[in-house]
Structure formats: C-alpha cells, structure tokens
C-alpha cells in the first residue's frame, strides 16, 4: 500500500492559504478518482501542518507503509508560485510539517512533492507566517490551480510509475 499525505491546516478558516497546498491536492485526487488501479491511501491530517509528524507516523505504523510508499505534499516558499518539484529525500528545507515528520519517522527517507508558494514579497512587511498562512491573492488562484493540477497528476505517476517516472516527467530542467 502506498500513502499519500498532503499538509495542511484543517477548517475552513485556513481553506486557501498557501499552507494548505498539499490539502488541495488531495482533494483534487479525491475528485478524479484517478488512483483506482492502485491502493492508495490520501491522507488529510486533522493536525496543524507544525505537528504533521504525528500523523505520519500513525498512517505508517497502522497500515505498515514502508517509507518510500508515502509522498508528503506540502508548499514551498522556496520555489516560485505554481513550480513543483519531487524528490525521493531531503532536509526540511525549512518547512516545520516537514520538520515534524522527519523527527517522527526518525528519518528523511520518504519522498516529496513540494508546491511553490513564492516568499514574501515585501520581506521587511511580511513575515514568513503571514505568508503561509495568508490566502491566494486573484492573480495566484489561477496559477495554483494549474499547479494543483500538475500535482495531482505527479502524484498519480509516482503510484503508478514510481518515483523516477515521476521526476523525469515533472522536475523541468531550467524551470
């Protein structure tokens, strides 16, 4: 069985901040029913994205994921809006649901898929919280939709591929 977790801020409140980039992923998987050849499980934690960890650990334990089979969908300030990149492992770059989950599963070893959110753009005004946690202006809807999209359709390669497939066809170079 693989897993996908997509991090986000439960409630309607946080509905569409930046944060909750990996939420609308799941959802729009959800929506396409496009995973049916393959048992996955699309995970929405009820926890902040800060505590994702939990979850994780809990999904993995319970239903005996090995951890290359769980993909975690969180944003990015580090990519411009709309890029997305997939990688097999890494550091948490920053990202606190990311941090909680490496320090749960007492590894880095699971694989990625990062939504770009943009930084700030007035550093000095905004801080980074402010950011994340402040919604798409009209001008970003439309391009997030596209990445939500372009996301959604990683993530059915990664289940049904793997994850090389998956960064040939969606990691662009130049980009």
């Known amino acids: 069985m693989k897993a996908i977790l997509g991090l986000g801020n439960p409630g309607l409140r946080y509905r569409l901040n930046r944060h909750n980039a990996g939420f609308?992923?799941?959802?729009?998987?959800?929506?396409q029913r496009t995973l049916n050849r393959q048992q996955v499980l699309l995970v929405k934690p009820l926890t902040f994205v800060n505590l994702s960890g939990h979850?994780?650990?809990?999904?993995?334990?319970r239903n005996k994921i090995q951890l290359?089979?769980?993909?975690?969908?969180?944003?990015?300030?580090?990519?411009?809006?709309?890029?997305?990149?997939?990688?097999?492992?890494?550091?948490?770059?920053?990202?606190?649901?990311?941090?909680?989950?490496?320090e749960a599963l007492q590894s880095e070893r699971f694989p990625r898929l990062r939504i770009g959110v943009g930084a700030p753009i007035r550093a000095k005004e905004d801080t980074l919280k402010e950011h994340v946690l402040g919604n798409f202006d009209k001008k970003e809807i439309k391009v997030i939709e596209g990445a939500i999209e372009t996301a959604a359709a990683c993530c059915c390669v990664w289940a049904?591929?793997?994850?090389?497939?998956?960064?040939n066809r969606f990691n662009r170079k130049g980009d």
């Open 68 to 102: 290359e089979d769980l993909l975690v969908v969180c944003d990015d300030v580090n990519l411009p809006l709309g890029k997305i990149r997939i990688r097999p492992s890494g550091s948490d770059g920053g990202h606190k649901g990311l941090r909680s989950i490496i």
């Open 160 to 167: 049904e591929e793997g994850i090389a497939a998956a960064m």
């Open 55 to 61: 979850c994780a650990r809990s999904i993995v334990r």
């Open 24 to 31: 609308l992923v799941i959802e729009k998987l959800m929506k």
